[in-house]
């Protein structure tokens, strides 16, 4: 598919175990961004990839939360230690291009991990 | 603490008549503000988009008005139609934040047939 994929759509686990979510951005876009969605809340931005810039990790809430993105395209979102507050669906998004999101160059967002703690 | 508010978290709308979302925010640097459409299990999708340069910008049935003054946009689809039934945020960027959009809460639309 020409899409964002992420995997896996679901993810329950134990309190306490780490998990991985992965994220497959679009072929060729540069910027990949992380956001998560807790229960009747917005999106909460949680880190932004650019090309080979540092990435801005100014929103992932405790150092329990990780990223990487591997040779500039797959994304992998790593929580340490789950915590039930960390339930919510979690949400990649990739554009061409850095700058402002615009009709030009809009965020694609994958459908999401639903992470559920125990 | 929001900085972009969508105080209305559910809407309900005839088909054929007028929906207005609204949204406000309270960072004076945000210059760039969009709308993203949301139906369950998928990701939002980019919808309409302004610049804090417009007051208006319009696309087919969508027109995002900004009030800059006041710091408050508004989304207005018209005629709604039932597959319009969805979540609509609004978000808003800058570029001292890297353009990272700060998303609102959501306002969730039905559009009855």
């Known amino acids: 598919g020409a899409g964002v994929s992420q995997s896996p759509s679901n993810k329950v686990t134990e309190k306490g175990k780490d998990v991985e979510l992965r994220c497959d951005p679009i072929?060729?876009?540069?910027?990949l961004y992380w956001y998560r969605q807790s229960l009747g809340q917005g999106l909460e931005f949680l880190i932004y990839?650019?090309?080979?810039?540092?990435?801005?990790k100014s929103g992932l809430p405790s150092d329990r939360f990780s990223a990487e993105r591997t040779g500039g395209s797959v994304s992998t979102l790593t929580i340490q230690r789950t915590q039930q507050e960390d339930s919510a669906v979690y949400l990649c998004?990739?554009?061409?291009?850095?700058?402002?999101?615009?009709?030009?160059?809009?965020?694609?967002f994958g459908d999401g991990t639903r992470l559920s703690i125990l | 603490d929001q900085q972009v508010k969508q105080n209305s978290p559910s809407l309900s709308v005839q088909e054929g008549r007028i929906s207005i979302l609204n949204c406000d925010y309270t960072?004076?640097?945000?210059?760039?503000f969009l709308w993203y459409k949301k139906y369950p299990a998928e990701g939002p999708t980019f919808l309409i988009s302004?610049?804090?340069?417009?007051d208006k910008n319009e696309d087919g049935r969508f027109t995002v008005f900004l009030n800059k003054s006041a710091k408050h946009l508004s989304l207005h689809i018209v005629p709604s139609q039932p597959g319009d039934s969805a979540v609509y945020f609004c978000?808003?960027?800058?570029?001292?934040?890297?353009?990272?959009?700060?998303f609102g809460r959501g306002t969730s639309l039905i559009v009855h047939p």
């Open positions: 998004a990739s554009s061409s291009q850095s700058g402002a999101v615009n009709s030009n160059q809009p965020q694609h």
């Open positions: 072929s060729g876009h540069t910027a």
């Open positions: 990839f650019q090309g080979n810039s540092a990435p801005d």
């Open positions: 960072n004076s640097m945000f210059d760039y």
């Open positions: 302004i610049s804090s340069i417009k």
């Open positions: 978000a808003a960027s800058y570029i001292g934040g890297s353009y990272i959009p700060t």
